[in-house]
């Protein structure tokens, strides 16, 4: 398993769509051990390929906690197919802008169909960190990042910070 670097924002690759996955294959199946290894590595509790600069419909998350043993789950072509009216906040943060959180509000719950690294089909009913880590990352597959639910100034203000960190190191 290989630890990958991480895309940063403003990187333009987080605001493209990404494409279903359309085989599960050895490729695809070491390509998500790549990505748990980075998540761990991070440390985060998810993680979508196109963090890592493969656009593709994948994602990786484990939402145990430090006393509990690993509990890795792999969701290609995740779609939501049913939410919750029931609203949660929760204070997220994401491995590509690094040490900034933000409360999100989502649905509390969601129903996620996806394929499993077994190439079937599953249904997963997921409530409370699961629920919102998973939107959180399919809102990735779709070109959408955390700070597109908090004011515009707020979000105008933390792209400015990371676009100056980034010439800085372009140099
Ligand atoms: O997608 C990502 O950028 C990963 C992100 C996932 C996420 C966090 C919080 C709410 C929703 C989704 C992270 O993992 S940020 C790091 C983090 O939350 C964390 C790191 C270490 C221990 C516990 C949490
Ligand atoms: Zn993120």
């Known amino acids: 398993m290989t630890i990958k670097p991480l895309i940063i924002l403003p ?3 987080l605001r493209e769509i990404s494409r279903p996955v359309e085989t599960v294959d050895a490729a695809l199946l070491k390509l998500a051990d790549d990505m748990l290894e980075t998540m761990y590595d991070a440390p985060g509790i998810g993680l979508a390929a196109v963090q890592i600069g493969v656009p593709r419909r994948l994602l ?3 939402v145990a906690r430090e006393d509990e043993p690993k509990s890795p789950q792999v969701f290609i072509n995740p779609q939501i197919v049913k939410s919750s009216d029931e609203r949660s906040v929760y204070e997220e943060g994401c491995l590509s802008i690094p040490d900034y959180y ?3 509000e989502r649905p509390a719950t969601v129903t996620v169909k996806h394929i499993g ?4 089909e599953h249904l997963i009913e997921a409530d409370g960190l699961l629920a919102t880590c998973l939107q959180h990352e399919i809102d990735h597959l779709n070109g959408v990042l955390f700070i597109d639910y908090i004011s515009r100034l707020k979000r105008e203000m933390v792209i400015r910070k990371f676009t100056k960190a980034s010439k800085g ?3």
Do not use: H, S, Y
Request: charge should be negative; glycine fraction near 6%; proline fraction near 6%.
């Open 11 to 13: 990187d333009p690759l």
């Open 60 to 62: 990786v998350i484990d």
């Open 102 to 104: 933000a409360e999100v």
């Open 117 to 120: 690294r077994d190439g079937k």
């Open 169 to 171: 190191k372009a140099v």
